[in-house]
């Protein structure tokens, strides 16, 4: 290893560095290396190389992964701070289901200071918490964390939840190439699914979703629900595979939770947004 | 014994010929005899997991063929992997279905989704991985009584909390992203049921550090190498869980515990 290489490897992210050192290894066994990694090397020029090797070994530019985590952080803003007011409020949860909702508020608030610090992590500015509106600009009429409001309450918790889930896994892809990201995130996923899971039960509805349906929330949520009916899986029809006493449709319905796209999920909480 | 209305059956085996159980059907129908020969009685006794089902089980955990997922092949291993560990929850359901009768109704119904979302799991995962890749698992629950409400939740929820951390840990080792969309999607309502099955036990159960009963024990879900989860399954596996070209590399997730 030349004196310039070695300096050059001090000065990457040991992180990136493990991922060239894979690909160099790879491509000494003939594995598929790029053209432009090819003519990089066949020009001498290992800086080169190794800047098309390192922005290839990611497959999306870091800044892609700080959008993900920006994303994810206005999404726990939101629920943290509906559950911090709605812990906070005088008469609104009744005493045997605070466990529950103390449980999910200290949740999303460690969400909330763990990607703040993923961000940093990758060199970013975690954004500032916005104001929320939660009648969600009025779609939930005079919704204000009072004291008679528990049901919509628990709408809007449910809503928040399945959503949540919906939201991670359409951004899992984009995170395929950074493992400690994804690993996070995906924890923080299925924890979401458990929150979603519980406050539908405490709703007295299933735990998870039938077709598209949004059971007896407000017609204005139907989007946190669309999509969910899809049969296909991996290119494949899997209507039927509930047939004959495995529940039907309904059940393969239910067997898988569908993504939701950045833009679908924006759409969704955008109302929520003061 | 050359009686048309009479049938010797001598050995097990004879139970599994087609000639034999047609034979069978026949003679009961006509009101006929079948004589078990004392062969047949000890070998019979096969419900060697005790859940009340005879045949399926061949022998007590890990003492089977190497059940052998090569991370070799990619992404088809990690599907393999998954679906090893849906064909224990299937079964697992399947049998608790059979013998809940004395649950409350609203277990029932719950553990009957449960168990129709696992076998539609199993069988999407036998359609993706084809015929090449599949492979049978055999259960064995040692002597797990299925009409025990608490532990069969409790077996359950070990079942949904492994799922869980096995999907979470094993997605960093899928390479196509339609791949990692399809274990997410069946990743979040194996946490679904964990939250539900842990709801059964302890209904609303706020948080109580790691080893809680609450619906969501931890603000981070585990995140388990494959390694860790082939051990946590194997007590309820007759084949011995083989995992060849295992990545050495492990991500941990935020917990640092897989």
Request: glycine content about 8%; some cysteine.
């Given at each position: 290893m030349t004196t310039q290489l070695k300096t050059l490897y001090d000065s990457i992210d040991p992180e990136i560095l493990e991922t060239v050192e894979t690909r160099r290894e790879e491509i000494a066994k003939g594995a598929s290396a790029s053209s432009k990694v090819m003519a990089a090397l066949a020009l001498g020029s290992v800086p080169i190389a190794l800047g098309v090797l390192s922005k290839e070994a990611y497959g999306q530019a870091p800044a892609d992964v700080v959008d993900v985590l920006q994303f994810a952080l206005l999404l726990e803003f939101l629920e943290a701070e509906f559950y911090n007011r709605g812990v906070a409020a005088a008469g609104l949860i009744p005493a045997e289901d605070r466990a529950i909702f103390t449980t999910i508020m200290t949740h999303e608030n460690i969400h909330v200071s763990t990607l703040q610090n993923l961000i940093q992590g990758k060199g970013a500015t975690p954004n500032p918490k916005p104001n929320f509106d939660y009648t969600a600009k009025g779609n939930v009429p005079g919704f204000n964390f009072g004291a008679t409001q528990y049901e919509t309450f628990k709408v809007l918790s449910q809503a928040f939840e399945d959503t949540g889930v919906r939201a991670y896994k359409g951004q899992a892809g984009r995170l395929i190439n950074d493992k400690p990201i994804l690993t996070a995130a995906l924890t923080i996923h299925s924890v979401e699914a458990r929150h979603a899971s519980e406050i539908r039960r405490l709703r007295g509805k299933k735990a998870w979703i039938t077709q598209n349906s949004r059971d007896d929330l407000p017609a204005f949520t139907q989007a946190i629900y669309q999509g969910e009916e899809n049969p296909i899986q991996l290119g494949r029809?899997?209507?039927?595979?509930?047939?004959n006493g495995n529940g039907n449709f309904e059940a393969v319905s239910e067997a898988f939770d569908e993504p939701l796209t950045k833009a679908e999920v924006t759409a969704i909480i955008t109302p929520f947004l003061a | 014994m050359s009686d048309k209305n009479t049938l010797v059956i001598s050995s097990a085996s004879q139970l599994l010929d087609g000639k034999t159980r047609r034979d069978f059907i026949r003679l009961m129908g006509v009101g006929g005899a079948a004589i078990f020969l004392p062969s047949v009685l000890t070998s019979c006794s096969d419900d060697d997991d005790n859940?009340?089902?005879?045949?399926?089980?061949?022998?007590?955990?890990?003492?089977?063929?190497p059940l052998v997922i090569d991370f070799a092949k990619g992404d088809t291993a990690v599907f393999q992997f998954a679906y090893a560990l849906e064909q224990l929850e299937a079964d697992f359901y399947t049998k608790v279905v059979a013998s809940m009768g004395g649950f409350p109704a609203a277990d029932q119904s719950l553990l009957r989704d449960v168990k129709n979302h696992e076998v539609i799991h199993r069988e999407a995962l036998k359609i993706i991985l084809g015929p090449a890749n599949d492979f049978t698992v055999n259960t064995n629950y040692g002597n797990l009584n299925f009409a025990d409400r608490t532990a069969v939740l409790t077996t359950a929820r070990t079942f949904e909390d492994l799922g869980v951390a096995a999907y979470n840990g094993a997605a960093q080792y899928i390479s196509d992203g339609n791949n990692l969309l399809l274990a997410g999607k069946i990743a979040s309502v194996e946490a679904r049921h964990a939250a539900a099955i842990r709801d059964l036990i302890a209904p609303k159960s706020g948080s109580q550090?790691?080893?809680?009963?609450?619906?969501?024990?931890?603000?981070f879900d585990d995140a388990f190498r494959p390694s860790k989860v082939a051990a946590g399954a194997q007590p309820f596996?007759?084949?011995?869980?083989t995992l060849n070209n295992a990545p050495a590399a492990f991500v941990q997730g935020p917990n640092n515990n897989g």
């Amino acid at each position: 290893m030349t004196t310039q290489l070695k300096t050059l490897y001090d000065s990457i992210d040991p992180e990136i560095l493990e991922t060239v050192e894979t690909r160099r290894e790879e491509i000494a066994k003939g594995a598929s290396a790029s053209s432009k990694v090819m003519a990089a090397l066949a020009l001498g020029s290992v800086p080169i190389a190794l800047g098309v090797l390192s922005k290839e070994a990611y497959g999306q530019a870091p800044a892609d992964v700080v959008d993900v985590l920006q994303f994810a952080l206005l999404l726990e803003f939101l629920e943290a701070e509906f559950y911090n007011r709605g812990v906070a409020a005088a008469g609104l949860i009744p005493a045997e289901d605070r466990a529950i909702f103390t449980t999910i508020m200290t949740h999303e608030n460690i969400h909330v200071s763990t990607l703040q610090n993923l961000i940093q992590g990758k060199g970013a500015t975690p954004n500032p918490k916005p104001n929320f509106d939660y009648t969600a600009k009025g779609n939930v009429p005079g919704f204000n964390f009072g004291a008679t409001q528990y049901e919509t309450f628990k709408v809007l918790s449910q809503a928040f939840e399945d959503t949540g889930v919906r939201a991670y896994k359409g951004q899992a892809g984009r995170l395929i190439n950074d493992k400690p990201i994804l690993t996070a995130a995906l924890t923080i996923h299925s924890v979401e699914a458990r929150h979603a899971s519980e406050i539908r039960r405490l709703r007295g509805k299933k735990a998870w979703i039938t077709q598209n349906s949004r059971d007896d929330l407000p017609a204005f949520t139907q989007a946190i629900y669309q999509g969910e009916e899809n049969p296909i899986q991996l290119g494949r029809n899997v209507a039927r595979l509930g047939d004959n006493g495995n529940g039907n449709f309904e059940a393969v319905s239910e067997a898988f939770d569908e993504p939701l796209t950045k833009a679908e999920v924006t759409a969704i909480i955008t109302p929520f947004l003061a | 014994m050359s009686d048309k209305n009479t049938l010797v059956i001598s050995s097990a085996s004879q139970l599994l010929d087609g000639k034999t159980r047609r034979d069978f059907i026949r003679l009961m129908g006509v009101g006929g005899a079948a004589i078990f020969l004392p062969s047949v009685l000890t070998s019979c006794s096969d419900d060697d997991d005790n859940d009340g089902i005879d045949g399926g089980p061949i022998g007590p955990p890990n003492s089977g063929a190497p059940l052998v997922i090569d991370f070799a092949k990619g992404d088809t291993a990690v599907f393999q992997f998954a679906y090893a560990l849906e064909q224990l929850e299937a079964d697992f359901y399947t049998k608790v279905v059979a013998s809940m009768g004395g649950f409350p109704a609203a277990d029932q119904s719950l553990l009957r989704d449960v168990k129709n979302h696992e076998v539609i799991h199993r069988e999407a995962l036998k359609i993706i991985l084809g015929p090449a890749n599949d492979f049978t698992v055999n259960t064995n629950y040692g002597n797990l009584n299925f009409a025990d409400r608490t532990a069969v939740l409790t077996t359950a929820r070990t079942f949904e909390d492994l799922g869980v951390a096995a999907y979470n840990g094993a997605a960093q080792y899928i390479s196509d992203g339609n791949n990692l969309l399809l274990a997410g999607k069946i990743a979040s309502v194996e946490a679904r049921h964990a939250a539900a099955i842990r709801d059964l036990i302890a209904p609303k159960s706020g948080s109580q550090g790691d080893t809680g009963t609450s619906f969501a024990p931890k603000a981070f879900d585990d995140a388990f190498r494959p390694s860790k989860v082939a051990a946590g399954a194997q007590p309820f596996v007759v084949e011995r869980l083989t995992l060849n070209n295992a990545p050495a590399a492990f991500v941990q997730g935020p917990n640092n515990n897989g």
